[in-house]
């Protein structure tokens, strides 16, 4: 940071500027007068639809598709209606979160709100640099009780450090170097951590691929009772209380074992519901799609946990890692396949998960396999070693470096 400290010496020994978002950028026409005091200025855009923006042909080309999600695709031809827009823009999404863009050349906009620098004195891609470091408070602008949406009234008040042009390009260079640098490593890692994760799921099927006359299978009816959830919504949730498991979160959160509840219920609602036990599996049996069904978290808490009513806890007297490792195999998959219901949700019950038959070697075996695929999984999975450590360490590093070159000695007005 040499170059810059040199810089900052040179150009504003007495610290930078500091000014206010609304001051150095233009921002789409809806926000015109978002606050009259300050002769906010404003810069016209027209927005293509969600839909339209869906229905537009996403392939490499030379228009970018600029979503208000984390997806962006590119077109090569640009329906009647669709709206084309030209030039360097920052975006912030109109509804949903803090997902910040920056973007230069041909685009198609879906609901974001859109800004431009203010003038030529105003690097926007320095701009979008500095929210990117403050984005957890670019996050908190977003407010609602359904769809959250930007307080823009709060977010043009928030105060940016802007140092002379030829530092904000400096620092705009070096940033773009780091931030390919670390996007190549990143992709190195991920495509390492994808490489590993087939890997695993080689291992996996391969470990429990026991000839009939090396173990005996058995279906899981003769091996343990199933008990099914009873109802309750996630309006119901809270933040402490009688620990329990939505069945969403068997898709979102829990992987191959758990001791602590994501979420949690009111004691005396509990009361009235159906738990899993230490060592029980507890098995998903509904969602979008069959490919969602049968996986199981094996419950290792010390307190009972409530479950859901789309979910089974499944009792036994097995390895409970053993029995979750498999619940997550093709060979389990393949077997539950035929007694999946389809339609807007698919869904499995007692009868058809009791069918399906695991290999039942002697425990010493079964808590061989499982300690294999609970460290081979942890390699991949976890954020505090293996790949996902790496990745985010780097990820750490990149921001660490950013915030430090966004860090100035400043001064309130000029």
Known sequence: MSKIDDLLKQYCPQGVIIKELWEVTTWDKRFNGVDKSKQLKVVSYKHVSSALLKSLKKEKGTVKLLSTGKFDGWTTEIEAGSNLNFGEVVTIPSGGSANIKYYNGKFVDSGNILAKALDKTISLKFIYYYLLS????????????GVKHPNMSELLKLQIPIPPLAIQDEIVSILDTFTTLEAELEAELEAELEARKKQYIFYRNALFSFEEQEVEWKPLEELGEFTRGKRFVKTDIQSEGAPCIHYGEMYTHYKIWAKEAKSFLDPSLASKLRTAMYGDVVIVAAGETIEDIGKGVAWLGDNEVVIHDACFAFSHKMHPNYVSHFTQTDIFHSQIKRYISSGKISSINAAG?????????SMEEQIRIAAILDKFHALL??????????????????EYYRNQLLTFNSVSNE
Do not use: C, H, M, W
């Open 134 to 145: 403050k984005n957890e408070i670019v996050e908190s602008f977003f407010r609602g009780s």
């Open 381 to 398: 999975n976890d954020n505090s070693i293996g790949l996902q450590a790496e990745i985010k360490t780097r990820r750490k590093q990149y």
């Open 353 to 361: 998960l009791s069918k399906a038959k695991i290999p039942v070697p």
